[in-house]
């Protein structure tokens, strides 16, 4: 089985509900779910959304933007605040979790930062990891995990699906 899955999100449609759903669906079956959700908290006509990284755990809330200025252009990740998230992922690993959910795999993933060691951590612990691709970054994704990850569409059922047939093969 494929302890690794990504929701791959099509152009236009709306991303972190899917992870959200799936990780509210979890908890509530008293599965140990770790990980991050994207939170946009507020958008203003004209100014890009403040971004933050929520503790599925916790609740807890990490900036992860930097603020450039209205005419910025360039990329406003601030890497040194995601830096922080996959350390404190990493020290969340030690501790038993039935499954890991990241936000999504990005440009700093797929670039090899981010939150990949977080994710590779996981898989070496045999613990489930969920996260999402949009479409920006799906050969990035391909590249990286080849034939090691299930695809899922952005269906709760379909994911809730995947982690219920990793849980039941491991009881057989």
């Not at 991303?15 to 908890?27: F, H, Y």
């Not at 509530?28 to 755990?57: C, K």
Request: hydrophobic share 50%.
């Amino acid at each position: 089985m494929q302890k690794l899955a990504a929701i791959e999100i099509r152009e236009g449609q709306p991303s972190s509900e899917a992870l959200d759903v799936v990780a509210q669906a979890l908890r509530a079956e008293g599965i140990i779910v770790a990980g991050y959700l994207q939170r946009n908290l507020s958008q203003q006509a004209g100014l890009i959304s403040d971004t933050v990284l929520e503790d599925i755990e916790t609740g807890e809330q990490f900036g992860i933007m930097q603020a450039l200025g209205a005419s910025a252009t360039s990329c406003r990740l601030d890497t040194g605040a995601l830096a922080d998230i996959a350390a404190r992922t990493l020290v969340r690993l030690e501790r038993p979790a039935d499954i890991l959910i990241l936000n999504r795999f990005g440009k700093a993933e797929a670039e090899g930062h981010g939150l990949r060691a977080a994710l590779e951590m996981a898989i070496d612990r045999d613990i489930p990891v969920m996260t999402l691709v949009e479409p920006a970054y799906l050969q990035a994704w391909r590249d990286y995990v080849g034939d090691m990850a299930a695809s899922l569409a952005p269906v709760t059922a379909d994911a809730l699906a995947w982690y219920h047939s990793l849980t039941s093969a491991a009881t057989r």
